[in-house]
């Protein structure tokens, strides 16, 4: 190489160099449902660090416990009781879809998770990279820009009582497991389940005190914060997904370098394909561990969710009227044709 080249490159460097210490350091505030130690909560740690690198020490990332500031609601009230003008005292958040759904309620996301609607993680990656677009504007109109979709596992009820068929567990009193929603409740009372509303982090103490007889979630969040301890049998099929998104404010993504958002993408995009790739064993991990434990694990046949499929679909239509807003019934229609399609080729 050239001296002449050389030092123009040494020259750009430092050029960059100085830009990067020129400006001000980005603290990113990121409210997250992740349980500690959890798969997810390993790999956005990881990401914090990557992002850093990718800009030079630029950008950090300080995670907070959406539990800890009360649950998915809590976080979006804190949001919302920002005056306009003043800054939000959170940049973004790692949400579930009840989260997101709060956040842009135009993205119709309860859509996307009708039980039986979607049923593998190719499914959901199919579908995710035909509505990408879609979600992306319906959420920067909303204020957020979108990062990464995936999927936290597969929604699951776990219950003190046996249950063997969908009848009998509707009698069951249960509440949610991490996944505070009034959509969420109303729709399954309106399909006739038995569902009480009860604070993520009042949840061990209902379940430990006899009347609350069950919570649905997913495995993960069900063995980690240590729920299943309280219960005798658990769901284990794949009922719909539980997708989870990571999701910036406008104002904190504008205020990153233009230049690193490719990199900063690509860095999101990789943490995904490693957490979706990693579902399916660690599902395995969760539900194998809880049966060590004693819990017993209910598998429907083929023949019995046929009748739990035929008997969700009219429910969710005894929803739509019940709790209208919830699904976009034309959505429905349209991923059920894509994933016709996507059946077909495989």
């Known amino acids: 190489m050239k001296p002449r080249r050389i030092a123009s490159l040494a020259f750009a460097l430092i050029l960059a160099a100085a830009s990067v210490q020129g400006q001000s350091k980005i603290t990113l505030k990121i409210a997250s449902v992740a ?7 390993i790999e956005q740690r990881a990401l914090a660090q990557e992002w850093n690198k990718i800009t030079g020490g630029l950008v950090n990332i300080v995670f907070f416990d959406a539990t800890a500031l009360g649950g998915e609601k809590g976080v979006i009230q804190k949001f919302r009781s920002v005056r306009p003008g003043q800054k939000a005292p959170l940049d973004g958040v790692i949400f579930t879809t009840i989260g997101m759904h709060e956040l842009a309620p135009a993205a119709s996301l309860y859509t996307y998770s009708m039980p039986f609607l979607i049923r593998s993680q190719g499914e959901l990656d199919f579908v995710f990279k035909a509505h990408d ?16 979709w995936t999927n936290v596992g597969w929604l ?24 505070d929603s009034p959509i969420l409740g ?10 009480e509303d009860i604070q993520a982090a009042k949840l061990l103490q209902a379940l430990k005190g006899g009347n609350l007889r069950g919570f649905f979630g997913v495995h993960m969040y ?30 904190a993504w504008a205020q990153i370098p233009a ?34 434990e004693g819990v017993k694990p209910i598998r429907p046949t083929e023949a019995e969710l046929a009748d739990w499929e035929a008997k969700f679909n009219r429910d969710i239509e005894i ?28």
């Open 186 to 195: 109303d729709t399954f009372r309106a399909g006739g389940f038995n569902i």
């Open 319 to 346: 929803a739509n009227k019940t709790a209208p807003g919830a699904f976009d019934m034309k959505l429905y229609g349209e991923l059920r044709s894509l994933l016709s399609t996507y059946r077909d080729r495989e």
């Open 259 to 292: 230049q690193y958002h490719p990199e900063m993408r690509e860095a999101i995009a990789s943490m995904k394909v490693r957490l979706d790739a990693a579902l399916e064993d660690t599902d395995r991990a969760y539900m194998q561990s809880m049966i060590d």
């Open 133 to 148: 677009d879609r979600l992306k504007k319906a959420f920067r109109d909303a204020g957020f820009e979108s990062l990464a």
């Open 35 to 41: 349980p500690a130690r959890s798969p997810w909560d």
């Open 156 to 179: 699951s009820f776990y219950t003190k009582d046996r249950f063997a068929n969908l009848d009998e567990l509707k009698k069951i009193k249960i509440a949610s497991a991490g996944l």
């Open 222 to 251: 069900a063995y980690v914060t240590g729920f299943s301890k309280t219960i005798s049998w658990a769901l284990d099929t794949k009922l719909c997904p539980v997708m989870a998104g990571v999701l910036l404010s406008n104002e």
